[in-house]
Antibody
Framework: EVQLVESGGGLVQPGGSLRLSCAASGFTFSSDWMHWVRQAPGKGLVWVSRIKIDGSITNYADSVKGRFTISRDNAKNTLYLQMHSLRAEDTAVYYC????????WGQGTLVTVSS | DIQMTQSPSSLSASVGDRVTITCRASQGISNYVAWFQQKPGKAPKSLIYGASSLHSGVSSKFSGSGSGTDFTLIISNLQPEDFATYYCQQYKTYPLTFGGGTKVEIK
């Protein structure tokens, strides 16, 4: 069974930084592209970023390009999202997602950007 | 970016009803569509992928169909636990995009 467990969320001031982690199990982590998707309070789902199996290709939504960096450690089965220059509009639950016989989601971690 | 237009945005239904939710893509996406269920305060739960394949462990009361630009999610014999918000998603091209959601409420 695919399991994705996010951590690292919290309250941060505008302009601050935060690193999210996602611990993966139940599938071959090193064989699948990984994604981050976010959901602002009361809003819909928005794709944020993805990373290729070996980390050689990364893609970002325009809204986070240049501020967020996705990475992975296949030895630790862990996905990361480094977030810099955070803004109020980055406030959301961040989900780690993988396509492995269908889409699989973590439980999410809440990031709140506020002074 | 591919736009996913989901309708209706909300609906009221009774226990035992059959519910249909549609999603239209702004361009052809073959069968690269997934459907998710989300309850308040919870992560999305996968229902369907590949437009019509049931995700592991999901009840057969959920069914999906469509190809190209028009897709449908049908929920049969609506039960209290099915009242939630449903989203479609395309994964033919990046960025991945989602429909705006359909909130299924109790009549």
């Amino acid at each position: 069974e695919v399991q994705l467990v996010e951590s690292g969320g919290g309250l941060v001031q505008p302009g601050g930084s935060l690193r999210l982690s996602c611990a993966a199990s139940g599938f071959t982590f090193s064989s699948d592209w990984m994604h981050w998707v976010r959901q602002a309070p009361g809003k819909g789902l928005v794709w944020v970023s993805r990373i290729k199996i070996d980390g050689s290709i990364t893609n970002y939504a325009d809204s986070v390009k240049g501020r967020f960096t996705i990475s992975r450690d296949n030895a630790k089965n862990t996905l990361y999202l480094q977030m810099h220059s955070l803004r109020a509009e980055d406030t959301a639950v961040y989900y780690c997602v993988v396509y492995s016989s269908g889409w699989n989601w973590g439980q999410g971690t809440l990031v709140t950007v506020s002074s | 970016d591919i736009q996913m237009t989901q309708s209706p945005s909300s609906l009221s239904a009774s226990v035992g009803d059959r519910v249909t939710i549609t999603c239209r893509a702004s361009q052809g996406i073959s069968n690269y569509v997934a459907w998710f269920q989300q309850k308040p305060g919870k992560a999305p739960k996968s229902l369907i992928y590949g437009a019509s394949s049931l995700h592991s462990g999901v009840s057969s009361k959920f069914s999906g169909s469509g190809s190209g630009t028009d897709f449908t999610l049908i929920i049969s014999n609506l039960q209290p636990e099915d009242f939630a918000t449903y989203y479609c998603q395309q994964y033919k091209t990046y960025p991945l995009t989602f429909g705006g959601g359909t909130k299924v409420e109790i009549k």
